[in-house]
Each structure stands twice: as C-alpha cells, then as structure tokens.
C-alpha cells in the first residue's frame, strides 16, 4: 500500500512563503538539450543555485570567473543518488563527456574540483550549435 500525507490546499500568497531552485526552461525546451536527463537538469539547476553563495563568498578565479564546489558528495546528498548515478550526471554536464554545461578543475591530490558552472545563454546566442560539436570552451 502506497504512503500518502494529508497535505493541505495553498490559499492566496503562500506559495511565496517557499524557496525554490530555478530550471531554465530552455533546458527542457530546446532541441540541444533533449539528450541531458531531467536529474542532470535538475542538478545544473542546484549547481546554478550554488553559484549565488559563491558569488557571496567572492569565489573568483583569476580571470574573474565564478566557480562553485560541489562535489559527488554533494550531489548524492542533493539529489538522492548513489555515488555511480551522482559520477554519470555530472558526466552528462561537463565538457568532456557530456554537453558542456560545466566544466571541471583539479586544484590538488587530495582536494575538491573546482566546477565552472557554464551560461547556457551563449550557446543560445550562438545559433545552437549542435550538441555533438566540443566547441564549448573547455580545455
């Protein structure tokens, strides 16, 4: 037998009460991102959020780049996962073997990779280049 709450109806303004994690639509609308899952959707959405706390904490790079940690750890925590399915969806967002949303850095044996979360925008500004194209910036 299935487990239900008794959850109540929202009445007026309540649903401004809650903090949400914003998605990109354009990850769920454009035809570049029909190959991503809807976890590795929702986690860039996480890491987007993420980005908000590094930016407070002034976490630039030299060329002014803002990065975020957030390691298989975090991501098992956030999203539910085993450590293989948490290690396959941030395969599916970084450069090298996925489509390029963010980009990962070694920064030291025995430390956290940094990740450069990327601007979906300018791929749309691009004109969409396909999602096999590696043109995406990373090294």
């Given at each position: 037998m299935r487990q239900t709450g008794q959850f109540?109806?929202?009445?007026?303004?309540?649903?401004?009460?809650?903090?949400?994690?914003?998605?990109?639509k354009i990850l769920f609308t454009d035809k570049i991102f029909k190959v991503l899952s809807c976890e590795a959707k929702v986690l860039y959405g996480l890491m987007l959020d993420r980005m908000s706390l590094s930016i407070k904490n002034k976490w630039f790079d030299e060329q002014g780049r803002v990065y975020i940690i957030f390691t298989v750890q975090d991501v098992r925590e956030h999203m539910g996962c085993c450590r293989q399915t948490a290690i396959n969806l941030l395969a599916e967002l970084d450069c090298d073997k996925g489509i390029g949303l963010i980009e990962k850095k070694r920064i030291g044996f025995g430390k956290a990779n940094i990740i450069y979360v990327k601007n979906f925008a300018t791929q749309e500004e691009a004109g969409g280049k396909e999602s096999g194209n590696r043109e995406c910036g990373c090294r």
């Amino acid at each position: 037998m299935r487990q239900t709450g008794q959850f109540d109806y929202f009445y007026g303004m309540q649903a401004d009460t809650y903090s949400f994690y914003r998605i990109p639509k354009i990850l769920f609308t454009d035809k570049i991102f029909k190959v991503l899952s809807c976890e590795a959707k929702v986690l860039y959405g996480l890491m987007l959020d993420r980005m908000s706390l590094s930016i407070k904490n002034k976490w630039f790079d030299e060329q002014g780049r803002v990065y975020i940690i957030f390691t298989v750890q975090d991501v098992r925590e956030h999203m539910g996962c085993c450590r293989q399915t948490a290690i396959n969806l941030l395969a599916e967002l970084d450069c090298d073997k996925g489509i390029g949303l963010i980009e990962k850095k070694r920064i030291g044996f025995g430390k956290a990779n940094i990740i450069y979360v990327k601007n979906f925008a300018t791929q749309e500004e691009a004109g969409g280049k396909e999602s096999g194209n590696r043109e995406c910036g990373c090294r």
